[in-house]
C-alpha cells in the first residue's frame, strides 16, 4: 500500500527548531518526488520545499529560504524538514507530498500525507 506517513511536529518556542520526517512506503512512492506544504488556520495550502528524488535538486518557498533545509535519505524511503530560527508565523499543519513529476509536486501533488502540526510560540 503505497503510503505517506508524517512525524516530528510539536510545539517549540520562538527561534528554535523542528525536524519532520516522512517515511514513504510502496514501490511507487518510493521512487517519487517528494516534498512539504503547510496550512495555517483559516489560510490556504502553500508549497514549502521539494527535492527531486534522482538528483537531489531542491526547491523552496522565499518565506522559509536559509532556514529550512529539505533532505532524502533513498534507503530509508525518507524526506526530511529541517525547520530552523522558527517564528510564529511558520505555525500550520505540514503536509507531505509526493508525485512523479516535479513541477506537479511543486503545485498541485496527487498524493498526499496525513499531515503533522508544528506550533511556533512567540
Known amino acids: 500500500q503505497e503510503q505517506l506517513v508524517e512525524s516530528g511536529g510539536g510545539l517549540v518556542q520562538a527561534g528554535g527548531s523542528l525536524r519532520l520526517s516522512c517515511a514513504a512506503s510502496?514501490?511507487?512512492?518510493?521512487?517519487?518526488?517528494k516534498g512539504w506544504f503547510r496550512q495555517a488556520p483559516g489560510k490556504e495550502r502553500e508549497f514549502v520545499a521539494a527535492?527531486?528524488?534522482?538528483?537531489?535538486?531542491?526547491y523552496y518557498a522565499d518565506s522559509v529560504k536559509g532556514r529550512f533545509t529539505i533532505s532524502r535519505d533513498n534507503a530509508k524511503n525518507t524526506v526530511y524538514l529541517q525547520m530552523n530560527s522558527l517564528k510564529p508565523e511558520d505555525t500550520a499543519t505540514y503536509y507531505c507530498?509526493?508525485?512523479?513529476?516535479?513541477?506537479?509536486?511543486?503545485?498541485?501533488?496527487?498524493?498526499w500525507g496525513q499531515g503533522t502540526q508544528v506550533t511556533v510560540s512567540s
Open positions: 510502496g514501490r511507487t512512492f518510493s521512487s517519487y518526488n
Open positions: 507530498a509526493a508525485d512523479y513529476n516535479i513541477g506537479v509536486l511543486i503545485t498541485t501533488p496527487r498524493n
Open positions: 527535492i527531486s528524488w534522482t538528483i537531489g535538486a531542491t
